[in-house]
C-alpha cells in the first residue's frame, strides 16, 4: 500500500457536521462540505 498526497485546492468548512470516509479494498470515498460553494462530489 502506498500513500499519495492529493494537491487539490480546496477551501473545507471546519465545522462541517458531516465529513465521511468510505473504503473496501478497491475504493476510496471522502465527501464532506465546501465554504462558499454548491454541492460537489469528489
Same mark, same amino acid.
Given at each position: 500500500?502506498?500513500?499519495?498526497?492529493? !494537491?487539490?485546492?480546496?477551501?473545507?468548512?471546519?465545522?462541517?457536521?458531516?465529513? +465521511? *470516509?468510505?473504503?473496501? !479494498?478497491?475504493?476510496?470515498?471522502?465527501?464532506?462540505?465546501?465554504?462558499?460553494? +454548491? *454541492?460537489?462530489?469528489?
Amino acid at each position: 500500500m502506498k500513500l499519495i498526497e492529493l !494537491e487539490i485546492p480546496m477551501n473545507i468548512d471546519p465545522g462541517g457536521t458531516m465529513p +465521511e *470516509i468510505n473504503a473496501d !479494498e478497491h475504493n476510496l470515498k471522502v465527501s464532506f462540505y465546501l465554504l462558499d460553494s +454548491e *454541492i460537489k462530489e469528489h
